[in-house]
């Protein structure tokens, strides 16, 4: 192929990139259906909830509402984007109170923001890890004392961590998250009273919210459907960039592209479970584009299967493979690959 025909290839794509996103981005009218069927179906959960509280049929609709406080989460998290909908004031104010419901600040979405700018660069200049699941390489691993190996083992298990973890952070840690965005590289620049003002109105709600359910006696119900939320959510971030190959790289090499294409999944869900993980699975093309909403993400990349071979590198990953992901917890820097605790030798 000529340097002419090649040029011609990157124009067109760029193109038809530009003409997909005008065809799939956000609407009022895709939005306001969307949002309104999750508040139907999540007010009948909460319903179900109160109608059977103290019986121990309560555990179903407990179970339906964990599934939808992962929907909720996602609606939240494409407001942070700006992409759930076309009015910026509309996603913050949508932003704000299904981040109530999750337990999570709406400025979440600056640090989510500073993951999408630096998911697979290891020389960022915001100083964030390039993969927000992978805390030490193989050599720092293998550096370590034998009772902080055995430490970080048993915190890092499936076992321990998606019990406990997932929980406690939206619990208790994402109370006191401001802290962390006032003293570190962001790719978004707020005011100190701003993000304090958010963190104290969110703390503030939430604690309404809680002692709501107390009143009505459903508080421990909604804990767990919270439980289930956080630990299938942390479950998807995981698999969402933990697989082989990885894609690990620098500022000179490193584009929004690769980051969608070759360094986020496309997790092959269950058809009765896609509601609920509300399009986040084909996150190869949210990390390309974050500006088009999870209502239409599948239909996004269903039209550009059927047209083109641009997904084909995409790594698309089975259930089977995102369970056993959850194991992979270090970078190996010597094969390239990510490994479990009891690879190394």
Same mark, same amino acid.
């Given at each position: 192929m000529?340097l002419?025909a090649?040029?011609y290839?990157?124009?067109?794509?760029?193109?038809?990139?530009a003409?997909?996103f005008?065809?799939?981005?956000?609407?009022?009218?895709?939005a306001s259906y969307d949002?309104?069927?999750?508040?139907?179906?999540?007010s009948?959960?909460?319903?179900?909830?109160?109608l059977l509280?103290g019986?121990y049929w309560?555990?179903?609709p407990?179970t339906?509402l964990g599934?939808?406080?992962?929907?909720?989460?996602i609606?939240?998290?494409d407001c942070g984007h700006?992409? =759930?909908t076309?009015s910026? @004031?509309?996603?913050t104010? $949508?932003g #704000?109170i299904t981040?109530?419901? %999750?337990?999570?600040?709406?400025?979440w979405?600056?640090r989510h923001d500073t993951h999408?700018?630096?998911?697979g660069?290891?020389e960022?200049k915001?100083?964030?890890r390039?993969?927000?699941?992978?805390?030490?390489?193989?050599?720092?691993?293998?550096?370590m004392s034998?009772r902080?190996?055995?430490?970080?083992?048993?915190?890092?298990?499936?076992?321990?961590?998606?019990?406990?973890?997932?929980l406690?952070?939206?619990l208790?840690?994402e109370?006191f998250?401001?802290?962390?965005l006032?003293?570190?590289?962001t790719?978004?620049?707020?005011h100190?009273?701003?993000?304090?003002?958010?963190?104290?109105v969110h703390n503030?709600?939430f604690g309404?919210?809680?002692y709501?359910?107390?009143? =009505?006696?459903?508080?421990? @119900?909604w804990l767990?459907s $919270?439980? #289930?939320?956080?630990?299938i959510g %942390?479950?998807l971030f995981?698999n969402?960039h933990?697989f082989?190959?990885p894609?690990?790289?620098?500022?000179d090499t490193?584009?929004?592209?690769?980051?969608?294409?070759?360094g986020?999944?496309y997790i092959?869900?269950p058809?009765?479970?896609?509601?609920?993980?509300?399009?986040?699975e084909?996150?190869?093309i949210?990390?390309?584009?974050?500006k088009?909403?999870?209502?239409n993400l599948?239909?996004?990349h269903?039209?550009?299967v059927?047209?083109?071979?641009?997904f084909d590198?995409?790594?698309?990953?089975?259930?089977?493979?995102f369970y056993?992901n959850?194991?992979l917890?270090l970078y190996?820097?010597n094969?390239?690959?990510?490994v479990?605790?009891?690879d190394i030798?």
């Amino acid at each position: 192929m000529n340097l002419n025909a090649m040029i011609y290839d990157i124009y067109m794509s760029q193109i038809n990139e530009a003409q997909l996103f005008m065809k799939y981005k956000s609407s009022y009218a895709a939005a306001s259906y969307d949002f309104c069927k999750h508040v139907a179906y999540t007010s009948v959960a909460f319903y179900a909830i109160w109608l059977l509280r103290g019986s121990y049929w309560s555990i179903f609709p407990a179970t339906l509402l964990g599934l939808l406080n992962v929907k909720t989460f996602i609606i939240f998290h494409d407001c942070g984007h700006q992409s =759930y909908t076309p009015s910026k @004031l509309l996603n913050t104010l $949508l932003g #704000i109170i299904t981040g109530v419901l %999750v337990g999570t600040p709406y400025s979440w979405s600056v640090r989510h923001d500073t993951h999408h700018a630096t998911n697979g660069n290891i020389e960022n200049k915001y100083d964030w890890r390039y993969n927000e699941h992978i805390y030490y390489t193989v050599g720092e691993y293998k550096a370590m004392s034998p009772r902080k190996q055995q430490l970080f083992q048993w915190f890092i298990s499936p076992e321990i961590f998606y019990i406990f973890m997932p929980l406690l952070n939206f619990l208790v840690l994402e109370r006191f998250s401001v802290i962390k965005l006032l003293y570190r590289k962001t790719r978004q620049t707020y005011h100190t009273t701003h993000l304090i003002t958010e963190q104290l109105v969110h703390n503030t709600l939430f604690g309404l919210f809680m002692y709501g359910l107390w009143q =009505y006696e459903i508080l421990y @119900l909604w804990l767990l459907s $919270l439980w #289930i939320a956080s630990n299938i959510g %942390v479950m998807l971030f995981h698999n969402q960039h933990t697989f082989n190959p990885p894609y690990i790289t620098t500022d000179d090499t490193w584009t929004v592209k690769d980051s969608g294409i070759k360094g986020s999944s496309y997790i092959d869900i269950p058809i009765w479970l896609k509601y609920f993980t509300g399009g986040i699975e084909y996150h190869h093309i949210h990390h390309m584009n974050s500006k088009i909403p999870g209502y239409n993400l599948q239909r996004y990349h269903e039209e550009v299967v059927k047209t083109s071979t641009v997904f084909d590198e995409v790594y698309q990953m089975s259930m089977r493979e995102f369970y056993y992901n959850l194991w992979l917890v270090l970078y190996d820097e010597n094969t390239s690959r990510y490994v479990r605790c009891r690879d190394i030798l």
